[in-house]
C-alpha cells in the first residue's frame, strides 16, 4: 500500500520528474499530476483550495485533452490516450451513470519529487458521464498514434491556448466551487 500525502515523495524513490502535466483514468484512479519546479505560494494555494475548472475536448476515438485551471492561474491542457497507460489500468472510469468521477489533482515540485498539494474535486455527472464515454470509445477501438497526434496538432493549430481551447472546443465542461477533499495539510489518500 502506498500513501500520497503533502510533505511526502510522489513516487518513492523518485526525487527528480521532468516538468510536465498528466492525465490517469481509469477503473481505480481518476488524477491530474502537475509536475511543476518549485512551485510558488501562489500556485500551491491555488491548488489547495478555491475554485476549479474543466474542459473536455473530445476527439473519440483516438483521443481526449482535459484542460483545466485552478483560481486564477491560467488554463493549461493535457491529452489522454487509454492505450498509452499499462493494460491492467485500461479500464472504463469507475462509476455507472448516477457516479460522478473524483479527480484527484497531485501538485509536485519536479525537482524534488515531494507533493506540495493534494485536493479531490467530484467532477459534475454530465462532465463525468462524457468522459466514460470517450475512454469507453478509446478502449473499443485500435489505437492509431498517427491519427491523435494529427488530431492534436489541429488542436494546437486551431487554437492559441488552452483557454481559447476550453472555451471554444470543449464538448462539456464543469467548475467546482472548492474540492471536495483537500486544502489541509493533513490529507492523505491510501491505494494500492
Not at 474543466?54 to 483545466?68: K, N, Q
Not at 486564477?72 to 460522478?100: K, M, T, V, Y
Request: a negative charge; one cysteine or more.
Amino acid at each position: 500500500m502506498h500513501v500520497l500525502a503533502v510533505g511526502e515523495l510522489y513516487d518513492p524513490p523518485l526525487t527528480r520528474f521532468e516538468s510536465r502535466e498528466a492525465v490517469r483514468l481509469g477503473r481505480n484512479l481518476h488524477e491530474l499530476v502537475r509536475f511543476w519546479p518549485d512551485p510558488d505560494p501562489m500556485e500551491r494555494a491555488a491548488h489547495q483550495a478555491g475554485p476549479a475548472e474543466f474542459a473536455l475536448i473530445d476527439e473519440s476515438p483516438h483521443l481526449l485533452v482535459l484542460a483545466y485551471r485552478f483560481g486564477d492561474l491560467p488554463w493549461c491542457d493535457s491529452p489522454f490516450q487509454i492505450h498509452r497507460h499499462r493494460e491492467e489500468d485500461r479500464a472504463w472510469p469507475a462509476g455507472g451513470p448516477d457516479g460522478q468521477i473524483a479527480m484527484r489533482t497531485v501538485l509536485v515540485d519536479a525537482s524534488t519529487g515531494i507533493v506540495v498539494s493534494l485536493r479531490v474535486d467530484a467532477l459534475s455527472l454530465g462532465f463525468s458521464n462524457a468522459v466514460r464515454v470517450a475512454v469507453a470509445e478509446q478502449l473499443l477501438h485500435e489505437p492509431n498514434d498517427d491519427e491523435a497526434q494529427r488530431r492534436l496538432n489541429a488542436l494546437y493549430d486551431k487554437y492559441p491556448s488552452s483557454e481559447v481551447m476550453a472555451r471554444q472546443g470543449a464538448t462539456i465542461a464543469c467548475s467546482t466551487p472548492e474540492p471536495t477533499l483537500g486544502g489541509t495539510r493533513d490529507l492523505s489518500i491510501s491505494y494500492y
